[in-house]
Nanobody
């Protein structure tokens, strides 16, 4: 129901655009989000967006990442700019919830790996 893509290897300072294609039923939820997780660490909140377009971001990515959605294409995006090595994570899209806790979200896509390295 959620299919994430767009990850890859990028140099520090580079950019990537992540996408999350959702089935119509899942995309119909009011809100969607991106989380990320490194091996052995807890999944952490990155950004969320409501159907109306209102957005919230984690402090660690504010000013560098931009979350958006194309309702006509049922697709969620995460534009990641000025990437840092500490942004290296598997990135997951989520739907059907709200808040910074992963437990607050109902639907999850598989991860797409972002690696920032020179």
């Amino acid at each position: 129901q959620l299919q994430a893509s767009g990850g890859g290897l990028v140099q520090p300072g580079g950019s990537l655009r992540l996408s999350c294609a959702a089935s119509g039923r899942v995309f119909g939820f009011d809100s969607m989000a991106w989380f990320r997780q490194a091996p052995g660490k807890e999944r952490e909140f990155v950004a969320a967006i409501r159907w109306t377009g209102s957005r919230v971001y984690a402090d660690s990515v504010k000013g560098r990442f931009n979350i958006s959605r194309d309702n006509a294409k049922s697709t969620l995006y995460l534009q990641t700019d000025s990437l840092k090595p500490e942004d290296t994570n598997a990135y997951y899209c989520a739907a059907g919830g709200w808040g910074i806790r992963p437990q607050s979200w109902k639907y999850w896509g598989q991860g797409t790996q972002v690696t920032v390295s020179s």
